[in-house]
């Protein structure tokens, strides 16, 4: 997209009280490094009051690579562009096993938690994911947790653990099946009880579908991912729940599982 699409579709937007854009994408071959600074700039000039999440570690250790910065460095220009926090995609299985099979060209697991602890000392929190239920083992899905357990024990960065539930359709993994409902709330439920130094557990409904995340109220989730407005990757891999609920619709939900809803910001602080 062009800096003038992402800057139209904030624009479309602006009546609405939106309080994040979130921004991620893949390592793109040609795109020069000015011109994420420019992107991050173009949505700050447009909407000064919005917080900006954006790039997945991976994209992180891509920008330094092309720009011949190190990795504080080019947070820092980041951050002076308009970055206010980095979302937690791309940490897949940490398992090297798993990386070598299914994404051998892609930042390995140590490197993810560097990047991620990197920015933290930075002052950036982040957030971390698991990409759960297609090659990968029970064990490897432990020590995936207990790495994040170590790391947020040495920087505290991390706001918030998201389990993403493998979608195989147009994937090299197609033969395999979706996750159920039960390995869905038993991934939540470990994660809660293992993360103890995370402060939320998030039930993204997107990949959970609604009814399996509002379950996962009661399973150790503390936050219904909110009202996406745009999501592509998980419905190109096959997801067919909705882009987007009421923010009723969501109120609905929470409140049928016993529970308060209550509006926060990208830092989790109320709204």
């Known amino acids: 997209m062009s800096i003038e699409e992402i800057v139209s579709k904030i624009r479309e937007r602006r009546a609405e009280p939106v309080t994040e854009v979130h921004i991620v994408g893949g390592l793109h071959p040609d795109l020069p490094y000015q011109y994420y600074i420019d992107m991050l700039k173009a949505v700050k000039a447009e909407r000064p009051d919005i917080h900006i999440q954006a790039f997945t570690c991976v994209e992180i250790a891509h920008l330094a690579a092309i720009s011949g910065r190190s990795i504080t460095e080019t947070l820092e220009d980041l951050i002076q562009a308009g970055l206010g926090s980095i979302p937690g995609g791309g940490a897949e299985v940490f398992s090297t096993r798993i990386r070598e099979k299914l994404c051998p060209s892609k930042l390995s697991g140590k490197d993810w938690l560097e990047v991620s602890k990197t920015a933290h000392r930075a002052g950036l929190r982040t957030n971390a994911t698991m990409l759960y239920g297609h090659i990968e083992t029970i064990p490897e899905r432990i020590e995936h947790l207990l790495a994040l357990r170590e790391a947020q024990d040495e920087t ?21 099946s979706s996750t159920g409902g039960v390995d869905d709330l038993k ?44 999501e592509k990757i998980t419905h190109m891999a096959g997801a067919d729940t909705s882009q987007a609920m009421t923010r009723s619709e969501i109120e609905h939900l929470i409140r049928q599982a016993g529970r308060k809803p209550v509006e926060r910001n990208t830092l989790y602080e109320p709204v």
């Open 156 to 176: 505290g960065g991390f706001l918030c653990y998201i389990p993403l539930a493998f979608h195989p359709r147009n994937t090299k993994l197609e033969h395999l």
């Open 187 to 230: 991934n939540i439920a470990v994660s809660r009880l293992l993360l103890d130094n995370f402060p939320h557990i998030k039930a993204y409904w997107v990949m959970l579908g609604p009814k399996v995340a509002q379950i996962s109220l009661s399973f150790g989730a503390d936050d219904l991912d909110g009202t996406v407005l745009e």
